[in-house]
């Protein structure tokens, strides 16, 4: 069976440009979240998805970032005006979670990542 | 506010020794713990998990967890490390009323040698 997939797996991009980062999750899985790695260090949330809503959207840094999950399957998340501190590694990760409930405890399936780099 | 403290960032064993991995959490609520590996150029990964079943837990590869209450820890542990546990392992808490929201420790880093 297919896991989560993210696509594409490397983006270099220069200062100032805009990117989108593509996340397909299992299929049937309702709940989606983006985390963000930066070199060295755990990966910290950045957004949730519960079908097509955000849910939580705390994580998210500044309102440069914006995510979209308009099917409640693929889900993009969209950076303006790109800064050098952009740069780490972005996660996709999915979990069979019914809607109206916490899902604690869920498990969380991730994709291999997308590292971007902005030079 | 929940957190998680890795006590070690780097952790190295012989191979065939045991394994133990130091994890802290704070949470206001009753927390579920995981524990996440992270192979080179490869994505996160569940060993196992807790949520308020068992404090025992086992999971995959030999790997298993206690979660202790009154010292508010889950350390990971394995009685004979193998070359292929070499790797990032990461302590991850949610809680109730979080969306499920993973709050990652920073990691440690576990090497292996012949």
């Known amino acids: 069976g297919a896991g989560v997939s993210q696509t594409p797996s490397n983006k270099v991009t220069e200062k100032g440009k805009y990117v989108e980062l593509r996340c397909d999750p299992i299929?049937?899985?309702?709940?989606l979240y983006w985390y963000r790695q930066s070199l060295g260090q755990g990966p910290e949330f950045l957004i949730y998805f519960q079908g097509t809503g955000a849910a939580d959207d705390s994580g998210l840094p500044n309102d440069r970032f914006f995510a979209v999950r308009p099917e409640g399957s693929v889900s993009t998340l969209k950076i303006q005006r790109t800064e050098r501190g952009d740069s780490a590694v972005y996660l996709c990760?999915?979990?069979?979670?019914?809607?109206?409930?916490?899902?604690?405890?869920?498990?969380?399936?991730f994709g291999p990542g997308t590292r971007l780099t902005v030079l | 506010a929940q957190s998680v403290t890795q006590l070690d960032s780097h952790v190295s064993v012989s191979e065939g020794t045991p394994v133990l991995l130091r994890c802290n959490y704070s949470?206001?609520?009753?927390?579920?713990l995981f524990w996440y590996v992270q192979h080179p150029n490869k994505g996160l990964q569940l060993l196992l998990k807790y949520t308020s079943a068992a404090t025992l837990v086992k999971g995959i590869n030999g790997f298993e967890a206690e979660f202790k209450k009154s010292e508010t820890s889950f350390h990971l542990t394995k009685p004979s490390a193998h070359m292929s546990d070499a790797a990032e392992y990461f302590c991850v808490v949610s809680f109730s009323g979080g969306y499920n929201k993973l709050i990652f420790g920073a990691g440690t880093r576990l090497a292996v040698h012949p």
């Open positions: 949470s206001s609520y009753s927390p579920s």
């Open positions: 990760a999915s979990s069979l979670e019914a809607p109206g409930t916490s899902g604690r405890g869920d498990t969380q399936y």
């Open positions: 299929s049937g899985h309702t709940a």
